[in-house]
């Protein structure tokens, strides 16, 4: 089955800094990768995703790359601001998001003001 | 328009006992999944309805756990003889399904904890 490793598990950051975090999968048939960002003792929402037809998406802060040869994505957030604080999780799907979806292991983001 | 519900909120039960969980969709969502999420921990999938198909139970950890989903809307989720380690954060989420975007939409959750 698919695995997802996520790094680093915990990354404070400048605020107005940029913040990196990076997720690798095994399975080569996965082509739906989401993020989602939940915050303390709220349920996890997407922020942005990506198929694998495409190597970047780009939301205003947000960015996402993709690299199917090495089986690897991440996550760009530019301009950090103290509401970006919150854990993030990587996630990898096949058949374009409708199977189930296996996580990375969060990312613990923190805003230093 | 609503986003997916879940109740309750919060379950204290003892150790033993059976307890159930509901998940409601969002309406017009053909595709309705579980997850637990242990404390401070990721998501773990459990079991996904899509339409009439047979559901995928692959992630379901024993025969303690059961999912159920009627009328293609609701689902329940029942953990019989509930242990400790199945405390923990019970996540529904729902998409559109049948090949259109799969967008996972989440629950607030119910926070199962075992005594």
């Known amino acids: 089955g698919e695995n997802v490793e996520q790094h680093p598990s915990t990354l404070s950051v400048q605020e107005g800094d940029s913040a990196v975090i990076k997720c690798t999968y095994s399975?080569?048939?996965?082509?739906?990768f989401p993020w989602y960002k939940q915050e303390l003792g709220k349920r996890p929402q997407l922020i942005i995703d990506i198929r694998s037809n495409v190597g970047e998406k780009k939301d205003q802060r947000i960015a996402v790359t993709l690299n199917k040869t090495a089986k690897h994505f991440s996550l760009h957030i530019t301009e950090t601001q103290p509401e970006d604080s919150a854990v993030y999780f990587c996630?990898?799907?096949?058949?374009?998001?409708?199977?189930?979806?296996?996580f990375g292991t969060g990312t613990r983001l923190t805003i230093i003001p | 328009g609503a986003g997916v519900s879940q109740s309750p909120s919060n379950k204290v039960t003892e150790k033993g006992k059976d307890v159930e969980l509901r998940c409601d969709p969002i309406s017009g969502h053909t595709a309705l999944y579980w997850y637990r999420q242990s404390l401070g921990q990721g998501l773990e999938f459990l079991i996904y309805?899509?339409?009439?198909?047979?559901?995928?139970k692959s992630g379901l950890p024993s025969d303690r756990f059961s999912a159920e989903r009627t009328g293609g809307s609701v689902s329940t989720l029942t953990i019989q003889r509930t242990q400790q380690e199945d405390s923990a954060v019970y996540l529904c989420?729902?998409?559109?399904?049948?090949?259109?975007?799969?967008?996972?939409?989440f629950g607030p959750g119910t926070r199962l904890t075992v005594t």
């Open positions: 309805f899509q339409g009439n198909s047979a559901p995928d």
């Open positions: 989420a729902s998409s559109l399904g049948g090949g259109v975007s799969g967008e996972q939409y």
């Open positions: 996630a990898a799907s096949t058949n374009f998001g409708n199977e189930k979806l296996t």
């Open positions: 399975d080569s048939a996965s082509n739906y």
